[in-house]
């Protein structure tokens, strides 16, 4: 499941008083299984939504611990951090999910919650890898 966005648009009442129902709903099935990890992704994405970034961190770096070879994983982690301004920790999560198989690149290079790992030098080994990845797929063909 990857982090979807809300910073384009403002939720009304309604959609945040679900919302945080919601919250409520996984953070109670969370407490009896910690390691549920649908719910993680759920809760996880809800929190960003919800501007608790600090608190969808901590769901991520859950995420990892629990699915190491899950890129998708690590890609939220990479947006957990880069939202949370932890940048270089967002360009080794971010390469780490490339490594593990994540391929969405059109998505990357679009993704709000990674705006500002993308304005910073150390993207540019991020894009580095995306191109050599290209290449080698071309050649495969």
Do not use: W
């Not at 961190?57 to 995420?63: F, H, K, M, S, V």
């Amino acid at each position: 499941m990857q982090k979807k966005s809300n910073s384009r648009r403002k939720l009304t009442r309604r959609q945040l008083r679900d919302l945080d129902i919601e919250i409520g709903f996984m953070e109670g099935l969370l407490r009896r299984d910690p390691r549920y990890v649908e719910a993680l992704q759920v809760l996880g994405d809800d929190y960003t939504h919800r501007g608790r970034f600090d608190e969808s961190l901590r769901i991520d770096e859950q995420l990892v611990a629990l699915r190491p070879a899950d890129p998708m994983a690590f890609y939220n982690l990479a947006c957990s951090y880069a939202l949370t301004e932890q940048i270089e920790r967002a360009a080794s999560a971010l390469s780490l999910a490339i490594d593990r198989g994540y391929r969405d690149f059109k998505s990357l290079i679009t993704d709000p919650h990674l705006e500002n790992l993308r304005r910073h030098p150390l993207f540019k080994k991020t894009q580095a890898k995306i191109r050599s990845l290209r290449v080698k797929q071309v050649k495969v063909k």
